[in-house]
């Protein structure tokens, strides 16, 4: 299978900060790469699909990028409501597997 | 409204079996593959399986391969994941999502999600 790792696992940041999360394929997958933000109580949430495209309803403050086996999630400037816990996954293959996650938190 | 609800899970013992169940309403069930995703106790998202429109097609994370089988029913608008031979490891949250992809159709991607049931495997 295909493994996933994002860093860092987790993060602090302030309110208005840039923030980066980064994730890398054991093996290229191409832009085969999605991003989900996921906070307690509540279900994974799509951000991003195919590395870069955002999903309707995102926020733009939200991007992706990369491709074959170096991916980024970037938030332009953090919201209150951001923090949470980010995952990547590749459905480069129909046997999907997420990133370990990364929890951003409030400095 | 795109609804996803799942049932049946519960407390069970090591060595046994669950049936889990994923209704789905709000869209045409038979034009999404869909799977089942688990998060347990204070760890992240697993993937664990899933399956085409038409069930023609599975995938299993090596975790559950061989112990868990999904299956769906068209008819009832319905997604099921028989768990047997149970382990403490597979404790969790369960979770049912839709398999989408872009307008291309190159791309997939996992939409909607149900709130999930909760397995408990323990003695």
């Known amino acids: 299978d295909i493994q996933m790792t994002q860093s860092p696992s987790s993060l602090s940041a302030s309110v208005g900060d840039r923030v980066t999360i980064t994730c890398r394929a054991s093996?290229?997958?191409?832009?085969?790469l999605n991003w989900y933000q996921r906070k307690p109580g509540t279900v994974p949430k799509l951000l991003i699909y195919?590395?870069?495209s955002l999903q309707s309803g995102v926020p733009s403050r939200f991007s992706g990028g990369g491709s074959g086996t170096d991916f980024t999630l970037t938030i332009s400037s953090l919201q209150p409501e951001d923090f949470a816990t980010y995952y990547c996954?590749?459905?480069?293959?129909?046997?999907?597997?997420f990133g370990q996650g990364t929890k951003l938190e409030i400095k | 409204e795109v609804q996803l609800v799942e049932s049946g899970g519960g407390v069970i013992r090591p060595g046994g079996s669950l049936r889990l169940s994923c209704a789905a309403s709000?869209?045409?069930?038979?034009?999404?593959?869909m799977n089942w995703v688990r998060q347990a106790p204070g760890k992240g998202l697993e993937w664990v399986s899933g399956?085409?429109?038409?069930?023609?097609?599975?995938d299993y994370a090596d975790s559950v391969k061989g112990r868990f089988t999904i299956s769906r029913d068209n008819a009832k608008k319905s997604l099921y994941l028989q768990m047997n031979s149970l382990r403490a490891e597979d404790t969790a949250l369960y979770h049912c999502?839709?398999?989408?992809?872009?307008?291309?159709?190159?791309?997939?991607?996992?939409?909607?999600w149900g709130q999930g049931t909760v397995v408990t495997v323990s003695s």
């Open positions: 093996q290229s997958i191409s832009s085969y």
């Open positions: 709000g869209f045409t069930f038979d034009d999404y593959g």
């Open positions: 996954q590749q459905s480069y293959r129909t046997v999907f597997t």
């Open positions: 195919a590395a870069s």
């Open positions: 399956i085409s429109w038409n069930g023609g097609t599975t």
């Open positions: 999502a839709r398999r989408a992809h872009d307008g291309n159709g190159f791309y997939y991607f996992l939409d909607f």
